[in-house]
């Protein structure tokens, strides 16, 4: 134990030194450091899943340290790489059914990875009802995002309104750089088809978000 | 007659803190806020503290040795406030450690364990009788319970994992595009029912210091701060956080820090 301690005196004693000298690293030397972490501390199923974790350009510049803002040039970028991402329905509908988008709203499950183990399921959950209230009277709903009850009668539901639901849905970026809201068709996360219902979920006269 | 003086006492304080709750629950407007703080006070959590002593003591492993000679930061087997300071550099393994990575080397080097054995049962299945690590880190930090968070930055290395960590909270990636700051950036925010703790903001972040290893009613066991990092990366849909790495420490070396000052009060008990 002597023996140990001694060790551990004879490689303490010049960082006892060092200290008082130690400085915050310089930021790329911080990104070296942390992204090395993130290459060598996940594992994954397939090699390809570990892609999920190599940020895209806007993901790099919307990673912004505490109350940093972004400039003019990097939002512009970010509506740029966004409104050039989004893709429409190959039928060109951009109002699908609002009972299908419901369903998908409503489901938060869906390519989570545990035990080695993908999530297979024939399509993603869509994930809304986790941050935004939408049919009035729910309770088991997230407020990360604003509230969306009442969308439709609040807006109506002209092509107009389709059109900048669908791609707000698909990619918000190209409306609000950085946001909070996820990129859920550019991701992949979500297909054109299953934003299209969702579409009428949210603008439908008929759907429960938009009980009188 | 004393005793039927001492109950009414107790039926009278137990009325106070009834009443004394409601108009705290309608000010914040939290109809959870009751049930939380009644499952709180009955901590099933409290009895993976013995357990994890009893590990601690006894002679176990290929090397048949106990823990009473790992060092946590304050000298062998000094446990009283080590979980304070942590994670912090050690010399030893030249890393910034934290107190699962500390309790792994130890495991290892002291007891003979296989590493990879530990790290595959570290985080036991829901509603099993939990793992030797969780019961271990939960009693270790409880024996730092009523002291305050007062971990230091002053050796480079933890200079470095605290920018590491801060860097990885704002890091957005995978098909959420989600970092840590967006579902804990705010105040009062919930994903469903479930509470977001408000980490950019002091007195949310010292939650988060004083109250892991917890007990977590939904899995029935004792789960610690290592669980709480990789349960998000889940959700987030990204790859499997590996236990006790880089990652996880800078994460937790960040929000420690931040959260100096905390009283630390385990087990928590969360949803």
Redesign the interface.
């Known amino acids: 134990m002597n023996k140990t301690w001694l060790k551990w005196a004879a490689v303490s004693t010049p960082a006892l030194i060092a200290l008082g000298c130690a400085t915050y690293p310089d930021q790329a030397t911080t990104r070296q450091v942390a992204e090395k972490m993130v290459s060598e501390d996940f594992t994954a199923p397939t090699p390809a899943l570990l892609k999920r974790l190599v940020q895209d350009r806007s993901q790099q510049v919307c990673s912004k340290i505490g109350d940093a803002k972004l400039t003019q040039e990097e939002a512009a970028e970010v509506v740029k790489l966004a409104r050039d991402s989004i893709r429409y329905p190959a039928a060109g509908k951009l109002v699908g059914d609002w009972k299908v988008g419901e369903k998908l709203a409503l489901d938060g499950a869906g390519d989570r990875i545990q035990g080695g183990i993908l999530e297979k399921r024939k399509e993603n959950g869509g994930l809304c009802q986790n941050c935004h209230a939408l049919a009035p009277g729910e309770i088991n709903v997230g407020n990360v995002g604003p509230s969306l009850t009442g969308y439709g009668l609040q807006r109506g539901n002209s092509e107009a309104i389709a059109k900048l639901t669908y791609e707000r849905i698909y990619n918000g970026w190209a409306y609000a750089p950085c946001s909070n809201m996820p990129r859920l068709g550019a991701t992949g996360h979500l297909t054109p088809e299953q934003i299209s219902h969702m579409v009428a979920y949210l603008i439908d006269p008929q759907s429960p978000v938009n009980t009188k | 007659m004393p005793r039927k003086q001492n109950s009414i006492t107790a039926l009278a304080v137990v009325c106070l803190a009834t009443w004394g709750a409601a108009p705290a629950m309608a000010q914040s407007g939290d109809p959870l806020a009751v049930g939380r703080q009644m499952l709180a006070e009955d901590n099933p959590g409290e009895l993976w503290i013995e357990r994890g002593k009893t590990l601690f003591h006894q002679k176990r492993g290929p090397q048949d040795a106990s823990l009473e000679?790992c060092?946590f930061g304050l000298g062998?087997g000094k446990l009283e406030g080590a979980t304070t300071r942590l994670p912090r550099?050690f010399?030893?393994t030249d890393r910034v450690q934290d107190l699962e990575s500390r309790l792994l080397t130890c495991m290892v080097q002291l007891q003979g364990f296989n590493r990879d054995d530990i790290v595959k049962r570290a985080i036991s299945p829901a509603g099993s009788n939990g793992s030797d690590v969780e019961a271990l880190t939960l009693y270790i930090t409880s024996r730092s319970n009523g002291m305050k968070m007062n971990v230091s930055?002053?050796?480079?290395k933890?200079?470095?994992m605290y920018?590491?960590g801060?860097?990885?909270f704002?890091?957005?990636?995978?098909?959420?595009?989600?970092?840590c700051v967006?579902?804990h950036g705010?105040a009062?925010?919930?994903?469903?029912?479930?509470d977001?703790i408000h980490m950019?903001d002091k007195k949310g972040v010292q939650e988060v210091v004083s109250t892991w290893p917890a007990y977590r009613g939904a899995h029935f066991v004792v789960r610690t701060m290592q669980w709480r990092l990789s349960d998000c990366?889940?959700?987030m849909?990204?790859?499997?956080?590996?236990y006790a790495?880089?990652?996880?420490i800078?994460l937790t070396t960040y929000l420690h820090y931040q959260g100096n000052g905390a009283v630390i009060k385990v087990p928590g008990f969360k949803r």
């Not at chain 2, 704002?170 to 970092?179: I, K, L, M, N, V």
């Not at chain 2, 009062?188 to 479930?194: G, M, S």
């Open positions: 000679q060092d062998p550099y010399p030893d930055l002053s050796h480079q933890e200079y470095d920018k590491a801060e860097y990885l704002y890091r957005r990636s995978g098909q959420t595009d989600f970092a967006q579902c705010g009062n925010k919930r994903i469903r029912l479930q977001l950019t990366f889940w959700q849909r990204l790859p499997e956080l590996t790495s880089d990652v996880s800078a």
